[in-house]
């Protein structure tokens, strides 16, 4: 292909894909400025009546309820919908969230226990307590920077709260001691090829001053969008005006000035928006795929780099009596440990699967088995041997070969266990009783009220944007390839206008500069 010919195929995918994708590039960018700041706008929430109709709540599903708290004659359900409390037949439900701040992401809870007179609630922004007496919840300033709770428990005469990055142990539910876990045997200072991604992807790999730089090329992002559209409408704006010759003019002049903030803005940030996009891309299947099991080194000087070796990796945490020592779940993995906490966690040689999104139950059934759910499915699993079954099937687990999906066919989002009876929530379908063998015995149908009280957080609306997911009722399973496609388009239109500037624009530029 001759020079000329490649330069006018460059100017084709520089123009017509980036016209169709600058819409979307502007949805990418504003998404991701929103997810990037989730506490500063968690008191905003968008009604469901205003989203497509798979996000409307029906039969519990979507992480509507994550687990239970038997108390008294009552039952009180946790999930994404906050607290609320039932009777022991979970037919009737009452308001249980007095005192969460406004926002629905502010009540988004993942664990609930009694301990000392008190309920206590980790959420997503922090921990809550509650007395048996009084009517709402108040916050527990923690003695650590985040206090994003993945689980809290109750073993003997002390409250266990886990933290992404610590455990904190109370004998009153008000002052906290934090332990930071031994390391595990064979550590080495790597983490998962998804984290740093994801975490260079959103800035946040560099601490604050990366996640504003970020927020800064989703602006500039929005400015190419907007000044390429500009640029694409000015000659159809200027023939519409071609009998003013005033008004021409000044048009010609905003067309070049707009023209030259474009390019330099786009060869200023170009390189910066290339990695971007390449790592968004790799954050959703298909690509994720190739990426999600891999470890790698962490990057000295970053966010990741923390003499803590478990720096956002625990996700759960179980007292197994038995056996006198703790199981974690972490991102890692299962890890074992003595009472003390002073030796090396040991992996568990045999393991559950648990999807990258994390475990969502980890339940006790007997003294040798726990069952372990998350978006892979619900296993179980004996302590004793090591052994691991299909909860449903009964069939013995065999790890996969190769590349497998990042989620199964059951997608355990939670638990309730009421009486003698139980039910499992699968994120899509919701409550569904676990061993049903009659059919009479039925979940609580979702009261409107609970519905109405229970939008779906800013923050999330952002997200389903800016996966993709929000057009799935539109193109079905194919919405996952929203992403790949999108991040493929934009990568051409900023290598094409990267080469077309510095074979036209910045050749003009030097030669203007020589007269």
Not at 85 to 90: A, E, F, H, P, V
Not at 215 to 243: A, M, W
């Amino acid at each position: 292909m001759s020079r000329k010919r490649f330069i006018k195929t460059c100017k084709k995918l520089h123009k017509w894909p980036a016209i169709i994708i600058a819409f979307i590039a502007i949805l990418f960018a504003t998404t991701g400025i929103i997810m990037n700041h989730r506490q500063l706008f968690s008191g905003i929430s968008v009604s469901r009546k205003l989203l497509p109709e798979n996000y409307r709540y029906n039969n519990w599903n979507q992480a509507a309820v994550r687990g239970s708290l038997a108390w008294n004659n009552s039952t009180l359900i946790f999930g994404n919908t906050g607290v609320w409390k039932s009777d022991d037949n979970l037919q009737t439900f009452t308001d249980f969230n007095q005192g969460f701040p406004q926002g629905i992401d502010n009540r988004k809870i993942y664990s609930l226990v009694s301990f000392s007179n008190h309920f206590f609630a980790g959420t997503h922004m922090g921990l809550y307590k509650r007395r048996f007496d009084e009517q709402e919840w108040e916050k527990i300033p923690l003695p650590v920077k985040k206090e994003r709770i993945a689980d809290v428990i109750c073993k003997d005469d002390e409250l266990l709260v886990l933290t992404r990055h610590y455990l904190l142990k109370s004998t009153n539910g008000q002052q906290f001691n934090t332990i930071q876990l031994p390391k595990p045997l064979h550590y080495q200072q790597k983490t998962g090829l998804f984290t740093t991604m994801w975490q260079l992807h959103s800035g946040e790999l560099f601490g604050t001053p990366g996640k504003l730089f970020v927020d800064l090329l989703g602006l500039v992002t929005i400015f190419l969008s907007l000044s390429g559209l500009l640029h694409f409408f000015f000659p159809k704006l200027i023939k519409r005006v071609k009998h003013k010759h005033k008004q021409k003019a000044a048009f010609i002049k905003t067309k070049k000035r707009n023209l030259s903030w474009h390019n330099a803005a786009g060869y200023g940030f170009v390189l910066f928006l290339l990695i971007n996009t390449f790592t968004g891309m790799h954050l959703r299947p298909p690509l994720l795929i190739a990426i999600a099991p891999k470890q790698v080194g962490i990057i000295p000087g970053t966010h990741l780099d923390s003499p803590n070796p478990w720096f956002d990796k625990l996700r759960r945490i179980y007292w197994d009596e038995e056996r006198q020592q703790y199981i974690f779940s972490t991102s890692d993995g299962f890890y074992f440990a003595e009472e003390s906490l002073s030796k090396n966690l040991r992996p568990a040689p045999l393991q559950p699967p648990v999807s990258v999104m994390g475990c969502n139950v980890l339940k006790p059934i007997g003294t040798h088995h726990l069952m372990i759910g998350s978006f892979s499915g619900m296993y179980l699993w004996n302590l004793q041997n090591g052994g691991i079954s299909n909860f449903f099937s009964g069939e013995t687990y065999q790890a996969p070969q190769g590349m497998t999906r990042p989620i199964g066919t059951n997608t355990v989002s939670g638990l309730v266990q009421c009486k003698n009876k139980s039910w499992w929530f699968d994120y899509s379908r919701g409550a569904m009783e676990l061993n049903a063998k009659n059919q009479e015995s039925t979940f609580g149908a979702m009261p409107e009220n609970i519905r109405q009280a229970s939008p779906m957080a800013l923050w999330n609306v952002a997200l389903e944007i800016h996966t993709g997911r929000i057009f799935e009722h539109l193109v079905g399973s194919f919405y996952i390839l929203f992403v790949p496609l999108a991040g493929v388009c934009i990568m051409l239109v900023l290598l094409s206008g990267l080469y077309l500037w510095w074979k036209l624009h910045r050749k003009k530029l030097t030669s203007a500069e020589k007269k």
